[in-house]
């Protein structure tokens, strides 16, 4: 714990101006962001005497050991840059609002030539109209399927809608009236953007002009005697009001609204939104927050204010927002929403009239969204606690195990062996730590072996990013000692096990950066990995720094593999077991637990015991265990599969550079096969579309250079197929005995 004191700026230092200021604990991390319309004012509130602060407040002070600011020139600017900053460090002692769920969205793809009503989730597109949230996505596909009547739009996919241009022939929804065709050109791409335009102006709210509209064509089709037409017109008049009827009129002059009611306790605090458009509630949200720091009710509804349209521009920021309290001062956060819409916002608290009546009701979802909440949480708290403490016990650890790591080896009868490293905090996966390797050091099945480079690797970076932060001052042992380039200096033992730079270390997204580390977007940097001919580097040259281009402790986000973990959890026995504390006792490692978790017995395997620890069936702890086990050997496998899928898949063809996928597609449709391809000459190939001499030359040479593959056998007939790559009937088979 650290004493305010010992970093507190000297007086004056701290400027009397608007800013931003970031507290960061001893690894560097920013632990809390703060805004000040004056921080020598602000931030001398926090160091103080510790016994007037804030438990909560006292508690951050305590675990930060510096603080640093930024200066801007408006309390507006100040309001952007801490909103930046809380999305870009994640600090922990902000009160950040998390969504359980991904709530559905009416969208209206008018980027589209042919826009197409849809459901969609996730982040919002830049030229698609949102209508929502709903609560339920039958909710939306109920309401399209009444307005579709009215407003013909294109409901279908891509693949349908290019299929069916291709036949000329719409879909069923072409044929019964609810599409107006424009993939087989019925109506015009201007007609069809127009009915788009009118479905976005009746979902907006503009209803009443439209039902006039319709009311006003139905009657004079009937002084016309055009009555097959007018019974249309009566028929797309009760489908639009039932539409409507699905949203109530609860504010009487088409206001468009949100209201944002709180519910809170000393601990934690919910919101809920109702989005009100057209005088009709057109969608409803809400969140749960733990009071992380010292917040009041007008803190927390800044925080909403923040968290609701820090993402929002133009109409999706409604003309009025109604709260529970004004965030103090309020002229900044009005200011920003009136810029982030593009006109004056109106932000205040309801005072009588319908609108106070309607915050009562968002009021009582608020409570019972609360109440709920703490239901499951407590229900959730308890298990987990039990499971937790269940397993300090039986493995004889002095503290429960809050973060756990479970590694699992996974291949084909030792082809592409690859592992799996998950994660559990609390008891609960930490998806966005998990971890992927492949085994560098040898080829062929060998479990423990690959267990033990493995965890070798994942705790040598794990000390390789303690050297680099400064926290690992002790000498290293020279089992453990790790130089600059992540190598493993001066014992056999690591030689044999995987001192190599950690290449081939990924997460659950497939790229990989410069380190063989993927980076979460499903990217390849470009010339880290090698591709179909490359060169490799010499083994005598010296390995690339793993950690270069990575974030520093200084940008305050925590890096991969910083967090060591009370518990290491392998899927397998005794030996498994072995393997993994030998590797951990080379590097110098013995504040981690290590325990086996065998499939046969479910038996609780612990290092240098003869007998197994056997945990009741009914055991939390062990229901836990297997949880992160099934996890392990779910996401090895998994990764291991797709390794296979991509082998199998390769071709001759793919290292043959400036050769594209459709001239690779017409070589292989023009000959059958890579094999009748393999004994075609130049002028053969030449003859295919598109390719010219050079091309061919070039084709020919890199087929000749490649050894001819060993014959695709069938496994389920017995069948030698002529054709490179294995058949569908041969995977299936192949996946009876993978590990």
Request: hydrophobic share 35%; net charge negative.
């Amino acid at each position: 714990m650290a004493d305010p004191s010992s970093y507190r700026p000297k007086p004056g230092q701290i400027p009397d101006s608007p800013g931003v200021y970031k507290f960061r604990d001893e690894h560097g991390r920013v632990i809390y962001v703060g805004k000040a319309k004056s921080l020598r004012q602000r931030l001398a509130n926090y160091f103080q005497d510790l016994a007037g602060l804030h438990p909560r407040t006292r508690t951050m002070v305590t675990t930060a050991t510096s603080v640093e600011w930024t200066v801007v020139s408006t309390e507006v600017e100040a309001l952007q840059l801490e909103y930046s900053w809380i999305k870009e460090f994640d600090p922990r002692f902000n009160v950040k609002y998390r969504d359980d769920k991904s709530y559905p969205y009416l969208a209206v793809t008018l980027n589209e030539e042919f826009p197409r009503a849809q459901v969609m989730r996730g982040a919002k597109k830049k030229g698609v109209r949102y209508f929502g949230p709903y609560g339920h996505a039958w909710a939306i596909r109920e309401t399209v399927d009444l307005m579709l009547r009215v407003f013909p739009v294109r409901t279908c996919s891509a693949g349908v809608f290019k299929r069916s241009a291709q036949i000329g022939r719409p879909c069923l929804l072409g044929y019964i009236g609810k599409c107006s065709a424009p993939c087989v050109g019925r109506v015009t791409a201007e007609e069809h953007r127009e009915l788009a335009e009118e479905f976005c102006d009746f979902m907006a709210g503009r209803t009443g002009a439209y039902l006039r509209r319709l009311e006003r064509q139905m009657q004079e089709a009937a002084e016309e005697m055009e009555y097959e037409r007018a019974a249309r017109l009566r028929d797309d008049i009760g489908a639009l009001k039932r539409a409507m009827e699905k949203s109530a009129v609860v504010l009487a002059d088409a206001t468009d609204a949100d209201l944002i009611a709180l519910a809170e306790d000393e601990l934690e605090a919910a919101v809920q939104i109702f989005h009100v458009r057209g005088g009709r509630v057109r969608g409803q949200r809400g969140w749960v927050t733990d009071k992380v720091e010292a917040v009041t009710t007008s803190g927390l509804v800044e925080h909403a204010l923040q968290q609701l349209y820090g993402e929002e521009r133009g109409d999706a920021v409604p003309k009025e927002v109604l709260v529970p309290a004004l965030p103090e001062p309020v002229e900044p956060i009005a200011q920003w929403l009136s810029e982030r819409r593009g006109s004056q916002v109106s932000l205040r608290i309801p005072q009588r009239g319908d609108k106070k009546d309607l915050m009562v009701t968002v009021g009582r979802n608020a409570q019972q969204a609360l109440a709920l909440h703490k239901t499951k949480r407590a229900s959730d708290l308890t298990t987990r606690s039990r499971a937790l403490e269940e397993i300090a016990g039986a493995l004889g650890l002095d503290a429960v195990p809050l973060r756990i790591e479970c590694f699992d080896i996974s291949h084909l009868q030792g082809d592409d062996v690859v592992a799996s490293m998950v994660v559990f905090e609390d008891g609960l996966a930490r998806k966005s730590e998990y971890r992927r390797f492949q085994i560098k050091t040898f080829q062929g099945q060998d479990d423990v072996r690959s267990m033990h480079e493995v965890i070798g690797r994942r705790f040598k970076r794990y000390l390789q990013e303690k050297q680099k932060s400064g926290e690992w001052t002790e000498e290293p042992s020279a089992d453990a000692r790790v130089d600059d380039n992540g190598v493993t200096a001066g014992t056999e033992a690591m030689d044999r096990t995987g001192s190599t730079d950690g290449t081939g270390i990924t997460d659950g997204t497939g790229a990989t950066d410069a380190a063989g580390v993927t980076d979460g977007t499903g990217s390849i940097t470009p010339g880290t990995v090698p591709g179909p001919g490359a060169v490799t580097a010499h083994p005598d040259e010296p390995e690339p720094d793993p950690l270069a281009g990575r974030p520093t402790d200084e940008d305050g986000r925590p890096k991969r593999f910083a967090y060591p973990p009370q518990l290491v959890v392998v899927d397998g026995g005794a030996p498994q077991v072995a393997a993994a504390r030998r590797a951990l006792d080379e590097l110098g490692i013995d504040d981690v637990a290590v325990c086996g978790l065998a499939k046969r017995l479910e038996e609780v395997w612990l290092p240098e015991e003869d007998d197994p620890v056997v945990l009741p069936r009914s055991s939390e702890g062990l229901y836990l265990l297997q949880r992160v086990r099934d996890e392990a050997h779910r996401f090895a496998i998994t990764y291991q599969r797709s390794k296979r899928g991509k082998r199998l898949k390769s071709s001759p063809l793919d290292a043959v550079a400036g050769l594209g996928d459709t001239r690779r597609q017409a070589l292989l449709k023009h000959f059958g096969s890579v094999k009748k391809l393999r004994a075609a000459t130049v002028d053969e190939i030449c003859e295919v579309p598109g390719v010219g001499r050079k091309t061919a030359e070039t084709v020919a040479a890199a087929l000749a250079g490649a050894a001819p593959s060993a014959p695709a056998v069938n496994t389920a007939t017995g069948e030698i197929m002529e054709d490179d790559g294995a058949p569908p009937a041969a995977l299936s088979a192949e996946r009876g005995q993978e590990r």
